[in-house]
């Protein structure tokens, strides 16, 4: 029936095309037959050609509602709303679309907090669709796609978390929310968190430059983080490029003096630079880059070996003695170290009342250094007050809501490579070294001189000796007849 009647209204349209009722009897028999996507289209191109309006707008929001189209249906309710902001039906429709995509949030929460992180992430898809203008869904939604190493999600997210509070920020002071600044914060830490976890990802992929590059976008977003100077110099490390990762090691140890993982970086970039000095022949800079490296963390019998070694080329023998000393104390396995001892064996040297005032004197140190430092690293107040807010009362939308904890966020930042690697891969190319110089063959062969058997030319002779036997020549008198 309602065909029918569609069918005949149809037909009156093209005979009479601007005669209105015709085309709301048309509408309302594609209503009933459920053709809402028919609907959609001929309600569009009434707003194209006829004057927008507010009851345009929300029947088509209306339409759009019924197909599940949230998002869509959202916007033409913000524009019916532009146009006749006292518009009822558009007014009821909106603030049930805000409900739900609340009640949406609060089940993506609870979600969260079970570990669900999937259905979590359906959860608060449905809301941002619903209220697409809401930052703190993005935000919600943004630190669930980091959790699930989701980042270049996570990071859209977030970006246009903190763009829709720059957005609210540029109100008027009496329809400011309160918590938009605190949202801004939390937006803007946690893309710093989802740059820096993105970077620690590619770093053990290998991809050292792509990590370098969202660790300086991070770095551009939060300058007060010595974490991320420390991981952008580890990538730097990697690369070999030496003076980029002491810069960045050098920020680190302003943003945080005391942090002992700072130190032992840089020991271990200065010792490197030590050891090119070496190479090209310049012994002082060499001993003086030891010496920092000797400061940074004073436990390493390596750098002490090597400022002996750098003494000893400069003939500095007093001074090489005691490294040698204290390098032997540490555990140093070089014997290289005790040709400074001529006639003592190892015993005799620790033994010694010199090598006892320097024990002291390095137990001192050790001693003074892990005093003086702090094992981890300190995030910053920012970081440390990051936690995905939720309120059990669907009201309120303060910035001070309870929800996921700091632990279930994530909130620390991940470092790319831990001091304890970095020493054993230090110590794996040391070990190679020291076996390519110390056991390799001599130059001066003593044994015998001979050419190698061939064994397939001695076949090959045999065989010839096979087919053609050897003739005697007989002596006849006291000549010789060939």
């Known amino acids: 029936m309602f065909l029918d009647a569609l069918e005949s209204f ?89 409900e739900a995509a609340e009640c949406s949030r609060q089940q993506a929460v609870s979600k969260a907090v079970e570990g669900e992180l999937t259905n979590a992430l359906s959860k608060i898809t449905t809301a941002v669709e619903k209220n697409p203008e809401k930052a703190q869904y993005y935000l919600f939604r943004g630190i669930i796609y980091r959790r699930l190493k989701d980042f270049i999600a996570a990071i ?32 803007q830490a946690q893309l710093v968190l989802t740059y820096n976890d993105f970077a620690v990802h590619c770093f053990s992929q290998g991809f050292y430059s792509e990590a370098i590059k969202l660790l300086t976008k991070a770095i551009h977003e939060q300058r007060d983080e010595s974490g991320l100077f420390i991981n952008r110099g580890d990538c730097f490390l990697k690369q070999e490029e030496w003076l980029f990762a002491l810069a960045d090691y050098q920020q680190a140890e302003e943003l945080d003096p005391q942090n002992r993982s700072i130190w032992f970086r840089l020991a271990l970039i200065h010792n490197t630079l030590g050891l090119r000095s070496f190479g090209k022949l310049n012994f002082q800079d060499a001993a003086d880059k030891f010496s920092l490296a000797i400061k940074y963390k004073p436990g390493i019998a390596q750098y002490y070996g090597n400022r002996a070694k750098a003494h000893t080329r400069m003939h500095k023998m007093e001074e090489a003695k005691l490294d040698a000393l204290s390098a032997l104390i ?15 064996s190892l015993s005799d040297v620790i033994s010694s009342a010199t090598a006892q005032t320097v024990k002291a004197q390095l137990m001192e140190q050790t001693q003074m250094w892990k005093l003086a430092g702090r094992p981890a690293s300190r995030l910053s107040d920012k970081l440390q007050r990051m936690a995905l807010q ?6 309120s939308e303060t910035a001070s809501q309870s929800s996921l ?47 190698p058997l061939h064994l397939a030319d001695a076949s090959e002779a045999a065989l010839c000796a096979a087919k053609h036997p050897y003739a005697w020549r007989n002596f006849r008198g006291l000549g010789l007849n060939c």
């Open 10 to 98: 149809a037909k009156a349209t093209e005979l009479k095309p601007n005669f209105k009722p015709y085309h709301m009897r048309s509408l309302a028999c594609l209503t009933a037959l459920g053709r809402y996507s028919d609907c959609v289209r001929l309600v569009t191109n009434w707003l194209k050609i006829d004057p927008p309006s507010a009851d345009l707008f929300t029947l088509r929001a209306r339409l759009y509602h019924q197909i599940n189209q949230a998002a869509l249906c959202y916007y033409d309710l913000k524009a019916a709303l532009r146009l006749n902001p006292s518009c009822a039906d558009a007014l009821s429709l909106l603030e049930e679309m805000k």
């Open 405 to 451: 904890s700091v632990e279930n966020v994530e909130t620390k930042l991940k470092p790319c490579v831990s001091p304890r690697d970095l020493l054993s891969s230090k110590e794996q190319v040391t070990e190679a070294v020291r076996k390519v110089l110390h056991q390799r063959q001599s130059l001066y062969h003593t044994g015998p001189r001979l050419s």
């Open 390 to 395: 939720h309120d059990t009362d669907s009201q």
């Open 156 to 187: 859209e997210d977030l970006v246009l978390a903190v763009e829709l509070c720059d957005a609210v920020a540029e109100c008027s002071e009496r329809e400011k929310p309160d918590n938009s600044n605190s949202l801004e914060e939390d937006a």
């Open 330 to 344: 540490l555990g140093s396995t070089n014997d290289e170290l005790l040709r400074l001892f001529p006639g003592c």
